[in-house]
């Protein structure tokens, strides 16, 4: 799977993480993974956590490898085995990782699952875990650190998902609900958590990304996508501003992106293929979106 180099400097300079701790669901491949890659090319330490603990299974990827991969960064990172549907998991997770840093700074929920369908062909067990995963696990994650973050006056809280400007989505709508329904949980975050110094926002891609998931979805094709570090690089931008000022965003990586500097050709270097994907990452959530 051509997902992008090993390492790659973003198309700026980003912020110097040394001594923080970020704590990233679904790090076992795809997004998650290289995000906590990225964030370890910045000297931030990693808390690498999905279910995927041991190798040999159908996917690719252990949170072990990520967190081995991320030593080798040069920073500490440790690996926890996490549902974040289960209340009690996620609750232990968390404390199991103040405990193995002391600080969480960054909280960043990737964690996601996936199914496009119609109400009709969707099964309600399939509902519910595209809601549990997205919905309750960005909910249960995200409140459990609210204590830690408010002791710690300050930190993030970044969530994988899109700007809310539908009120429908025909052929998709059980998998939109749960992904919008995690930037509702964030982004009402930033104004209860406002006072606190913690800044909550989420993050988008404009395209496709080369994924498990884009290629098992049939999402288009090479053409289409652009690689991870697209979005891990977003994450990173983020990063470089003060979370007492820069909350409650919901934002596209593009932009993020040449917000921070990047060119219409450090943008094209993300690409997968030669050529200029479309935008139907965010058109998925936003029909009429348009770039400008």
């Known amino acids: 799977m051509p997902a992008g180099p090993d390492r790659a400097d973003p198309p700026f300079e980003g912020p110097d993480l040394?001594?923080?701790?970020?704590?990233?669901?679904?790090?076992?491949?795809?997004?998650?993974?290289?995000?906590?890659?990225?964030?370890?090319?910045?000297?931030?330490?990693?808390?690498?956590?999905?279910?995927?603990?041991?190798?040999?299974?159908?996917?690719?990827?252990?949170?072990?490898?990520?967190?081995e991969q991320c030593e080798a960064r040069g920073v500490d990172a440790h690996a926890i085995q996490l549902n974040v549907r289960d209340?009690?998991?996620?609750?232990?997770?968390?404390?199991?990782?103040?405990?193995?840093?002391?600080?969480?700074?960054?909280?960043?929920?990737?964690?996601?699952?996936?199914?496009?369908?119609?109400?009709?062909?969707?099964?309600?067990?399939?509902?519910?875990?595209?809601?549990?995963?997205?919905?309750?696990?960005?909910?249960?994650?995200?409140?459990?650190?609210i204590p830690h973050l408010r002791e710690q006056e300050g930190g993030w809280i970044l969530t994988n998902a899109p700007p809310i400007t539908i009120d429908r989505a025909p052929g998709k709508a059980p998998y939109a609900w749960s992904k919008l329904g995690m930037s509702f949980v964030t982004l009402s975050l930033a104004q209860e958590l406002a006072s606190d110094d913690i800044g909550c926002n989420t993050f988008w891609p404009v395209t496709a990304v080369d994924t498990r998931a884009t290629r098992y979805f049939g999402l288009g094709t090479e053409d289409d996508w652009r690689t991870p570090h697209v979005l891990a690089d977003a994450v990173l931008s983020i990063l470089d501003n003060d979370p007492a000022e820069y909350t409650g965003h919901a934002a596209y990586d593009e932009d993020l992106l040449r917000a921070a500097g990047a060119s219409a050709a450090d943008l094209s270097a993300y690409n997968c293929t030669e050529g200029d994907p479309a935008p139907t990452s965010a058109q998925m959530f936003d029909p009429e979106y348009v770039r400008e």
């Open 18 to 67: 040394s001594g923080s701790t970020a704590f990233v669901t679904g790090t076992t491949r795809g997004i998650g993974k290289r995000i906590a890659l990225t964030l370890a090319e910045h000297g931030c330490n990693i808390v690498s956590t999905g279910k995927t603990a041991e190798p040999g299974g159908d996917l690719p990827g252990t949170i072990h490898k990520t967190a």
């Open 87 to 145: 209340e009690d998991a996620v609750e232990a997770a968390v404390e199991e990782a103040i405990d193995e840093f002391g600080t969480i700074d960054i909280v960043i929920n990737n964690a996601s699952a996936i199914q496009l369908a119609n109400v009709a062909d969707l099964p309600a067990n399939r509902f519910d875990l595209l809601t549990d995963v997205n919905v309750r696990g960005t909910y249960l994650v995200s409140r459990a650190f």
